[in-house]
């Protein structure tokens, strides 16, 4: 009996603290926008490099379901989709490079995708549903 209350009462702390738990705040050394369709095909195509803690954030001039792929993208990454409140809709990890055959799809409208070197989204826990901080995300913008 000891042991089912013991149980209750971290299960209680787990979900009151999943329920509670503010938007996640990511920090990067260098975060570039991509705000206008010239910076959104480029993104990181052509590029030999991205240092180990910088991101892309593509921003989209409303929600769509949209499509990336890795046309001389030299660089592994992952892609996060995100939706407009902020909260990831998809994670694709270590996507295949220089693939023109090959699509990374949202699974639903999204306002931003963030494209990270390959392992951030392991390394950070990020997952499906987890909510993002844009206000903050926005703050760490270098361009």
Known sequence: MKI???LIVIL????STACNSSPLKLKFENLELADNNEEREKGLMFRQSLCKN???LFQLDQPAQV???MKNTYIPLDIIFIKENGQISDIYENVE????DLFYTSSLPIKYVLEVNAGYAKKHNLNKDLILDLNYLYKEIKN
């Open 97 to 100: 490079i220089l693939r023109e």
């Open 54 to 56: 910088c991101a892309m």
């Open 67 to 69: 499509s990336f792929w």
């Open 12 to 15: 209680v702390i787990i979900l």
């Open 4 to 6: 089912n209350n013991f």
